[in-house]
């Protein structure tokens, strides 16, 4: 996988703070030229190694909460398997997994009358698939967009908070009323490139560019959509990434899942209707990182009576983007359609 330096790293850890910050601030707040930050950006993102993308909300990327499906293949077909779940249109991350599983993804359906067909017929029925399990996520304490690398100091982040308070904090509005033409139209656009400007949007889509502004500011205080950096953990130094599906007291799930959400290798913490109460997805730098959170951090959680830890060894899909050795493809959900 490309290596990325350190000039790399602070750029992708200041999008991760700011994503639709203006190359000048990104600049100004690392220390470069805005004509370095932008051809750094430039190549990462030509190169297929990064994208800033807009991540729906639950409401409008679907029918229902998304669910965590859990497979075990027949041997040797584990990533015969992934592919074909990746090629489903309802499945928004698909990896290959070492452990109690083969295959972990998750999926949400677009209307909730698919959900009988998707999830008791299609994934079954798929070749080299020998049994599966799916869990219906109730919430979610963190998504992988709140996820931030260590690298900034503090005023740093406090010059890039700044403008994301700007441009509005997500959930500050309230997310009632269906949507319109245009805000769905807007909706496609930041789900491919949440950096687009009001100016860039308004040409796109042959509005005035106040009117234009306006939605886009709308739709990003509501949390209908939030920008994130799509990169690959390993990318970023973090080459162990697992799926930790707990068995958790009832009377212990929202406090065990609150807790985890607060943890630095939180990607992506659920609490579900299923086996595993609450998931949590995470990312570590090694073996030594993973030991210390379940003999450690996880041990000294109170309710929580069983655990088994799926390591992923492929990502095939992350938030409907496809990618291969570490390398993203297109954008393929459409906005009717977060993980």
Same mark, same amino acid.
């Given at each position: 996988?490309?290596?990325?330096?350190? /000039?790399?790293?602070?750029?992708?850890?200041?999008?991760?703070?700011?994503?639709?910050?203006? =190359?000048?601030?990104?600049?100004?707040?690392?220390?470069?030229?805005? @004509?370095?930050?932008?051809?750094? =950006?430039?190549? =990462?993102?030509?190169?297929?190694?990064?994208?800033?993308?807009?991540?729906?909300?639950?409401? *409008?990327?679907?029918?229902? &909460?998304?669910? &965590? *499906?859990?497979?075990?293949?027949?041997?040797?077909?584990?990533?015969? *398997?992934?592919?074909?779940?990746? /090629?489903?249109?309802?499945?928004? &991350?698909?990896?290959?997994?070492?452990?109690?599983?083969?295959?972990?993804?998750?999926?949400?359906? @677009?209307?909730?009358?698919?959900?009988?067909?998707?999830?008791?017929?299609? *994934?079954?029925?798929?070749?080299?698939?020998? $049994?599966?399990?799916?869990?219906?996520?109730? $919430?979610?304490?963190?998504?992988?967009?709140?996820?931030?690398?260590?690298?900034?100091? +503090?005023?740093?982040?406090?010059?890039?908070?700044? &403008?994301?308070?700007? +441009?509005?904090?997500?959930?500050?509005?309230?997310?009632?009323?269906? #949507?319109?033409?245009? %805000?769905?139209?807007? =909706?496609?656009?930041?789900?491919?490139?949440?950096?687009?400007?009001?100016?860039?949007?308004?040409?796109?889509?042959?509005?005035?560019?106040?009117?234009?502004?306006?939605?886009?500011?709308?739709?990003?205080?509501?949390?209908?959509?939030?920008?994130?950096?799509?990169? +690959?953990?390993?990318?970023?130094?973090?080459? #162990? %990434?697992?799926?930790?599906?707990?068995?958790?007291?009832?009377?212990?799930?929202?406090?065990?899942?609150?807790?985890?959400?607060?943890?630095?290798?939180?990607?992506?913490?659920?609490?579900?209707?299923?086996?595993?109460?609450?998931?949590?997805?995470?990312? !570590?730098?090694?073996?030594?990182?993973?030991?210390? !959170?379940?003999?450690?951090?996880?041990?000294?959680?109170?309710?929580?009576?069983? !655990?088994?830890?799926?390591?992923?060894?492929?990502? #095939?899909?992350?938030?409907?983007?496809?990618? +291969?050795?570490?390398?993203?493809?297109?954008?393929?959900?459409?906005?009717?359609?977060?993980?």
């Amino acid at each position: 996988m490309t290596a990325l330096d350190d /000039d790399d790293l602070d750029l992708v850890a200041a999008l991760q703070h700011a994503p639709r910050a203006p =190359l000048s601030l990104l600049a100004e707040v690392l220390g470069v030229s805005a @004509s370095t930050a932008g051809r750094r =950006l430039a190549r =990462l993102e030509s190169d297929r190694l990064l994208r800033v993308i807009g991540q729906l909300d639950w409401s *409008v990327s679907g029918e229902g &909460h998304p669910w &965590h *499906v859990w497979v075990t293949a027949e041997p040797g077909r584990a990533p015969e *398997v992934a592919r074909r779940l990746a /090629d489903l249109p309802e499945t928004s &991350h698909v990896a290959v997994t070492a452990g109690q599983w083969d295959v972990y993804c998750s999926v949400q359906p @677009s209307r909730r009358d698919r959900t009988t067909e998707l999830l008791g017929r299609t *994934v079954p029925a798929l070749p080299g698939v020998r $049994s599966a399990r799916s869990d219906l996520i109730l $919430s979610a304490g963190t998504k992988s967009d709140s996820w931030r690398l260590p690298r900034l100091s +503090e005023d740093q982040v406090r010059r890039l908070a700044r &403008h994301t308070a700007q +441009e509005g904090t997500p959930g500050s509005a309230p997310r009632t009323g269906a #949507l319109t033409e245009d %805000e769905l139209r807007i =909706l496609r656009l930041l789900a491919a490139d949440a950096r687009m400007t009001a100016a860039q949007v308004a040409r796109e889509l042959g509005i005035g560019q106040s009117t234009a502004y306006r939605l886009t500011q709308s739709l990003l205080q509501r949390g209908l959509v939030r920008p994130r950096v799509e990169i +690959e953990p390993g990318l970023l130094g973090y080459a #162990l %990434e697992v799926a930790i599906g707990l068995t958790v007291a009832p009377s212990a799930m929202r406090e065990v899942a609150d807790t985890l959400a607060r943890h630095p290798s939180a990607r992506y913490v659920t609490t579900t209707a299923g086996t595993s109460c609450v998931v949590h997805v995470a990312v !570590f730098r090694d073996e030594e990182g993973l030991t210390a !959170f379940l003999t450690r951090d996880l041990a000294d959680l109170p309710g929580v009576t069983s !655990f088994d830890v799926s390591v992923v060894l492929d990502a #095939l899909r992350r938030h409907w983007l496809d990618r +291969e050795d570490g390398r993203l493809a297109g954008l393929e959900k459409p906005t009717n359609g977060d993980a």
